[in-house]
């Protein structure tokens, strides 16, 4: 099974900057990284005029882009997706999904902390909280920090933890 | 399984048009419409700067955005799906697949013909043609010919032939 690995930190600590980090470097070191990201809104994705937009608005439930190099998908859904609803239905071929957000799920969180914006953190209590990426003053006990700046420890420790070793693949 | 059924026909012959008409009015008539388009070349669904682009950018194999109401995905893939590969992974809660183009591939078709645009009928001699759509001087011999401009008889067609009755459902 796939293992899901979630960033998480409160707003504009700078999540979606340290999951392009993260997932430049592992995929550097030859992991296949997939990720999610969840929106509590309603978003726009595809162009205003293309077919696949047309096909969209006309009707269709699904519609799908395919070509050699890219696929692309969107659906209407009635409900929101849970992490392993996610994993199960639409990832195959990657060997770690982040995530950026799903705080409230039971997956592994690394968090997002910087001092200067936050008073405590989020996931203190959380027993999924497995590391802290930043400058917190008084950690909960256990849990590793690691720099913002320098991604290469922080991706030392993910690999170590979620992923095989790249021989035994 | 869920059934797939190709719109094809000659550049330019109005292939997206008659896939909208058909998936509204099925959609209309409470059938449940995936769309599959195929894409020769890369193309460019995200918008430039979002999240999920810095994601895919950043090198991630699949990116999703997920929300209440609706489900993002691209990927990317190592080779050109066939539609039986695009049903069985990603295609769920639909009645019927619609495709534009897949002329090659061996599902039933309907072409879309436009007499001032072509000398023959390009799917003249392939046995999984199911209708015309359009103005042929000649169809083969069996194939109903429907009407471009009312999409009503057709789609009485396409129901008949690949859509359950919806009490059964």
Known sequence: MIPILSIVGKSDSGKTTLLEKVVRELTDRGHRIATV?????????????KDSW??????????IISSPTKMA?????????RLDEIRDRYVWGV??????????????????????????LL?????????VAGDPSDPPEG???????DV?????????????????R
């Not at 990201?37 to 005029?49: Q, V, Y």
């Not at 998908?73 to 997706?81: G, M």
């Not at 409230?104 to 200067?116: A, L, Q």
């Not at 690999?159 to 021989?167: H, Q, S, Y």
């Open 73 to 81: 998908l969107v659906a209407d859904t009635d409900h929101d997706h």
């Open 54 to 63: 047309r096909h969209k608005r006309a009707g269709s439930r699904l519609t």
């Open 95 to 120: 060997d770690l999904i982040i995530t950026e957000g799903y705080k409230r799920e039971t997956h592994p969180k690394i968090e997002v902390y910087r001092s200067e914006l936050h008073r405590d």
């Open 152 to 168: 290469r420890p922080l991706c030392d420790f993910i690999e170590k933890r979620f992923l095989n070793p790249l021989k035994d």
């Open 37 to 49: 990201k969840h929106d509590a809104h309603s978003f726009e994705i595809d162009h205003e005029g």
């Open 123 to 131: 996931c203190r209590a959380d027993e999924n909280l497995v590391a």
């Open 143 to 149: 849990i590793p920090v690691f720099d913002l700046n």
